[in-house]
C-alpha cells in the first residue's frame, strides 16, 4: 500500500468553545420521566449533576440506555431481586458522581431526583450493587461491554483517524490481583497495574484498555490485544496511522505493522547507533520541524532490525543554560548550569522511526499531537478513579474498557476483592 497520504484527518483537534450566556429562561428536556424544564440559578449552590438531565436525554433519544441495560446478561431467580435498570441506572448514577468506592453508593439514596430521570424505581444499595455484578458472567460481560462501545464508535471510524497507543503505570493499595512492583516512576518499590491503553486521537475517546499486572509494561504485553482489536474493527476501519512513543518502537511491532500494511509513527530510544547517526548528520542539511525543531531523513538499520526503516532526526537548541546535577565525595548533589554561547551549543535530540514518506514538518507535528493521550490517560487514572470499583474475576489478562460514559460499570470488568 502507498504511504505517501498527508494525513489529512477528519476528526479535528480541540475542545468545543466554551458557551459564555447562560439561559435566561427554562429550557425543555426529554428524560425517563417525561418532559421536566431545566432553569439556572446563578445564586444557588453547585451541583456536579447539574448537567445530568441533558446526558439522559442524550441516553433516552439514541436509545443507548435502553439497550444497554437490555443486553446486560445479568440473571436473577429471586422474585424479590431487583431490576436490571434500578441496578445498572445505581452503578452509572454513581460513577456520574465521581465514586470509586462501593461505599459512596450510600449517597446516591439521599438524592430524589436524578434516579427518576432514568427511568429507575429506586436507588440500590451497595450491597445489592456488590451481588449484582457478581452476578454477570465474566466473558458475557466483556462480550456486552464491548459490543456496546463498538456501536457507538464503529461509525467514527469510517472516516481517517489515528490510532495512538500508549501504556501508564497506577500505583495501588491494597490487595488487588495483579498488583505487582514494576516500574512505578511516581512510587517507586509500589505495586502497581500497568494500562495498555488504545485511543482515537484528537477525540479523547477510548477504544480498548486492558490492564496488566505492574511488571508486565512493555508494549509486547500490549501488543497481543492491538492487534486483537484491529482484527475485531475490520479493515474498512483501521486507522491512517498508528502511533506510539519509545515502548512501541520496536521490531516486532514495526514488523507487525508493515506485514498488516498499516502505516506507524513511533519514537526511537537514543540508543548508540542512532546517537552515531545524529552525529554524522550534524553538518549535514536539516529542515524544519515546528516548534523550533529541526529534522533530517536518513535510513537506518539498528540491531535487532530485519531491514533498514526510515528513520527522522530531530535536533532543538537550547536558548538557555542547561541543569548539570553532580555529586561531591560525599554523595552530595551538586547543580550547576552549563554556559552556552557560540562555541559551545546545548542541544535537545529525539528521533522517529515511520513507514510513511511524509515530509519532516508533517512528521514532526503529528508526533507532537500524541502528547493529548496523555491527558486522556490522566483522566481515566486519576479523575475518573479508574481503580476503584473492582468486583469480577477473569482468566488470563485483566481487562477494561474505557470510553464514553455510556460504559459505566467498565472500571467492575478488573478482578480483584471488592473495594
Given at each position: 500500500m502507498s504511504n505517501d497520504h498527508p494525513l489529512n484527518l477528519t476528526h479535528p483537534a480541540g475542545e468545543q468553545p466554551v458557551v459564555a450566556s447562560v439561559p435566561t429562561g427554562p429550557v425543555a428536556v426529554d428524560t425517563f420521566a417525561g418532559r421536566i424544564d431545566v432553569n439556572w440559578d446563578p445564586d444557588a449552590a453547585v451541583t456536579p449533576l447539574g448537567q445530568l438531565p441533558f446526558f439522559i436525554e442524550y441516553l433516552k433519544l439514541a436509545g443507548l440506555f435502553d439497550g444497554w441495560v437490555a443486553g446486560c446478561p445479568i440473571q436473577y431467580t429471586s422474585p424479590n431481586a431487583p431490576s436490571k435498570r434500578d441496578l445498572l441506572g445505581t452503578v452509572l448514577l454513581s460513577i456520574l458522581s465521581g465514586h470509586w468506592r462501593y461505599a459512596h453508593i450510600t449517597a446516591l439514596r439521599a438524592d430524589p431526583l436524578s434516579p427518576p430521570l432514568l427511568g429507575m424505581a429506586r436507588v440500590l444499595s451497595e450491597d445489592a450493587v456488590r451481588r449484582g455484578l457478581a452476578k454477570i458472567d465474566p466473558v458475557a460481560g466483556e462480550t456486552w461491554l464491548q459490543e456496546s462501545l463498538d456501536y457507538i464508535t464503529r461509525p467514527l471510524l469510517r472516516e481517517a483517524w489515528i490510532l495512538d497507543v500508549d501504556t501508564t503505570?497506577?500505583?495501588?493499595?491494597?490487595?488487588?490481583?495483579?498488583?505487582?512492583?514494576?516500574?512505578?516512576?511516581?512510587?517507586?518499590?509500589?505495586?502497581?497495574?500497568?494500562?495498555?491503553?488504545?485511543?482515537?486521537?484528537?477525540?479523547?475517546?477510548?477504544?480498548?484498555?486492558?490492564?496488566?499486572?505492574?511488571?508486565?509494561?512493555?508494549?509486547?504485553?500490549g501488543a497481543a490485544g492491538l492487534w486483537a482489536l484491529l482484527d475485531r474493527l475490520g479493515r474498512d476501519c483501521w486507522p491512517a496511522l498508528l502511533r506510539g512513543d519509545i515502548g512501541w518502537g520496536n521490531e516486532a511491532v514495526m514488523r507487525e505493522a508493515e506485514q498488516r500494511g498499516l502505516p506507524y509513527l513511533f519514537r526511537l530510544r537514543m540508543t548508540a547507533n542512532v546517537r552515531r547517526a545524529i552525529e554524522r548528520a550534524m553538518d549535514g542539511a536539516w529542515t524544519e520541524a515546528g516548534h523550533g525543531w529541526e529534522g533530517q531523513s536518513t535510513q537506518l538499520r539498528l540491531d535487532g532490525w530485519g531491514r533498514q526503516r526510515r528513520v527522522v532526526l530531530l535536533r532543538r537548541k537550547l536558548e538557555s543554560a542547561p541543569a548539570i546535577s553532580q555529586q561531591d565525595p560525599d554523595g552530595q548533589h551538586l547543580l550547576s548550569f552549563a554556559t552556552v554561547d557560540v562555541r559551545k551549543q546545548a542541544w535537545e535530540y529525539g528521533a522517529l522511526v515511520t513507514s510513511l514518506n511524509a515530509e519532516i514538518l508533517t512528521l514532526g507535528?503529528?508526533?507532537?499531537?500524541?502528547?493529548?493521550?496523555?491527558?486522556?490517560?490522566?483522566?481515566?487514572?486519576?479523575?475518573?478513579?479508574?481503580?476503584?470499583?473492582?468486583?469480577?474475576?477473569?482468566?488470563?489478562?485483566l481487562r477494561g474498557t474505557g470510553g464514553q460514559l455510556v460504559e459505566p460499570v467498565r472500571a467492575a470488568r478488573r478482578s480483584g476483592p471488592p473495594s
Open positions: 503505570v497506577k500505583p495501588l493499595f491494597g490487595h488487588q490481583e495483579g498488583a505487582v512492583v514494576g516500574y512505578n516512576p511516581g512510587k517507586p518499590g509500589r505495586p502497581s497495574h500497568s494500562y495498555h491503553s488504545y485511543l482515537i486521537a484528537n477525540l479523547r475517546l477510548v477504544l480498548d484498555v486492558e490492564v496488566h499486572d505492574g511488571n508486565q509494561t512493555a508494549a509486547k504485553h507535528q503529528a508526533y507532537r499531537d500524541r502528547a493529548d493521550c496523555e491527558n486522556d490517560c490522566d483522566e481515566f487514572k486519576n479523575q475518573w478513579g479508574d481503580t476503584g470499583t473492582e468486583t469480577l474475576p477473569v482468566d488470563g489478562p
